[in-house]
């Protein structure tokens, strides 16, 4: 065998501009009204089931409940969370660099040529177009 391919680790990194806040920040906020969607899904779930619960006299109804209201607050604080990353998009200097994802590349080795592993690499795009591609070290 005197070639063989193998991966290198890609970083792909955005320049922020007016797009990429409006395609970012879109994207959270179709999660974020997911979330609402599913709250609202789950309390009236909830009650409906709190509601039989106290119907057939449960005596656990209160742990029930407690219950559902805790999986009730974590949907409440992903929620936030994904709101302040909104934010954050939002507030973000147009021109700066950031970090928007990771991948892999295919890179041939063969015998004979040096072997200077550009392993890694970064990828730069500006509203989805590539602007630079630049190894890492």
Request: glycine share 6%; aromatic share 6%; with cysteine.
């Amino acid at each position: 065998m005197d070639k063989i391919q193998m991966l290198g680790k890609l970083v792909i990194k955005q320049v922020v501009t007016d797009g990429y806040k409006q395609k970012a920040g879109g994207q959270l906020q179709t999660e974020i009204d997911k979330i609402n969607q599913d709250i609202t899904v789950y309390d009236e779930n909830m009650q409906k089931a709190i509601t039989k619960l106290t119907l057939k006299g449960d005596p656990n109804v209160e742990a029930y409940r407690r219950q559902f209201m805790a999986e009730k607050e974590k949907l409440v604080a992903y929620r936030e969370q994904l709101n302040q990353s909104l934010k954050a998009i939002y507030d973000l200097p147009d021109g700066e660099i950031v970090e928007s994802g990771e991948g892999n590349f295919l890179q041939e080795v063969k015998v004979g040529e040096p072997f200077s592993a550009n392993v890694s690499c970064e990828i730069i795009l500006k509203d989805d177009i590539v602007m630079a591609i630049n190894p890492q070290e």
